[in-house]
């Protein structure tokens, strides 16, 4: 059974090009399930699109699975959410490392006013879960992380807010370990996905959802993650 899918640009987390040792979790995940259901082949996983055309052609049909969506309302909405998430990671704040604010809680950005401007990057389901708590600076002004930390080390934003395992790897990709620390204070945990399109093959995502569930129950799949440093960690308190 052939199914269309695609790479994303912009997130060596997922797909890192290149990188025969660790070319993306969500590049290993298909190898896997391919590797479990031989009956499965996907294709354009080699392609890479940046979040927003992607998330289109997902709901357009134009391509009948991806693997590795952060679940908000609306992307449940648009799409087919397959279970067992990929992983579950927390998100951090990153910072100058010259910048020594220590921020706990999102009430005291708020304080900050323009000072407190967070950088998105654009299309990230972070955008309008920011947006949404109300009296916070957002910036989604360009679509990378890594174009979002340069923001960030102009002083053009005061933070930059996503998943802390993305955050790390571009941190050491760009090697920016010198101007950029991560907060200690680790925020809300969010699940990612195999998100599939709403006109996809029924037999296509059982098929998908039971190698996922084999995957979780051999413990391939947390060897993957713990590869990739996604192993869950215990829930905040803030």
């Not at 709403?198 to 993957?224: C, K």
Request: net charge positive; glycine share 8%.
């Amino acid at each position: 059974m052939l199914a269309r899918t695609s790479g994303q640009s912009d997130n060596l987390l997922k797909f890192h090009p290149g990188n025969a040792a660790a070319p993306g979790l969500s590049a290993e995940v298909i190898q896997a399930v391919q590797r479990i259901d031989p009956t499965l082949k996907f294709v354009g996983q080699d392609v890479m699109r940046p979040l927003r055309r992607l998330e289109a052609d997902l709901a357009a049909g134009k391509i009948d699975v991806f693997f590795g969506l952060v679940r908000d309302s609306e992307r449940a909405a648009k799409h087919l959410v397959l279970s067992p998430p990929l992983y579950s990671q927390f998100t951090q704040l990153a910072v100058r490392s010259d910048d020594p604010i220590n921020i706990k809680t999102f009430d005291e950005i708020r304080q900050l006013g323009r000072a407190g401007i967070i950088g998105v990057p654009r299309g990230s389901a972070y955008v309008d879960q920011l947006k949404g708590l109300g009296g916070l600076n957002v910036d989604d002004g360009v679509a990378s992380v890594s174009s979002t930390l340069q923001k960030l080390i102009a002083g053009r934003v005061r933070f930059v807010f996503y998943g802390s395992a993305v955050l790390r790897k571009y941190i050491q990709e760009d090697g920016l370990e010198a101007k950029v620390r991560l907060l200690p204070t680790r925020f809300n945990s969010v699940d990612v996905f195999v998100m599939a399109a709403r006109t996809a093959d029924p037999q296509l995502v059982l098929r998908i959802e039971r190698a996922l569930e084999r995957l979780r129950a051999s413990g391939e799949l947390a060897a993957i993650q713990e590869k990739y440093e996604l192993r869950a960690l215990p829930s905040p308190r803030n």
